[in-house]
């Protein structure tokens, strides 16, 4: 892709499809539990991976319909910034809050989910909007 240069990435894109990510992430899971996919002594780590999937893909697809210069770069960013909020939050509320305590192979996996997620996301929001299939946001 030619598009992919640092020069295209877009802090407020970032941010933006991050908000995105977490809001249908939230309402993903909601709906799982809403129609009994996630028990309530259970962990639910597979019900988590297939929500923050179907979130963090939505998130990249608003940043590559939307703004169709370094689709994968603001997937990647998506990513990062989610990794920076958790930081945060763990630095921020020490012993308040425990944010995803777990295994860290069930962190890891679910850091690349959204890695995966977001940058195909990405390009796909990007392929509708170059084919035709969504309209330009330049335009």
Do not use: K
Request: glycine share 20%; net charge neutral.
């Amino acid at each position: 892709m030619q598009s992919e240069h640092l020069g295209n990435v877009h802090p407020g894109w970032i941010v933006g499809g991050w908000l995105v990510a977490v809001a249908v992430t939230s309402g993903a899971y909601l709906a799982l539990v809403g129609i009994g996919a996630v028990s309530a002594g259970g962990s639910g780590v597979l019900s988590l991976a297939l929500a923050t999937a179907v979130g963090f893909f939505a998130g990249g697809a608003f940043v590559g319909a939307r703004w169709c210069d370094a689709p994968l770069l603001h997937g990647g960013g998506i990513t990062f910034f989610s990794v920076m909020v958790w930081f945060a939050g763990s630095v921020a509320l020490p012993g308040r809050v425990r944010l995803l305590e777990g295994p860290s192979s069930t962190v890891l996996g679910l850091v690349l989910v959204q890695l995966g997620a977001s940058m195909a996301g990405g390009w796909v929001g990007r392929r509708l909007t170059l084919s035709g299939g969504l309209p330009d946001a330049e335009a």
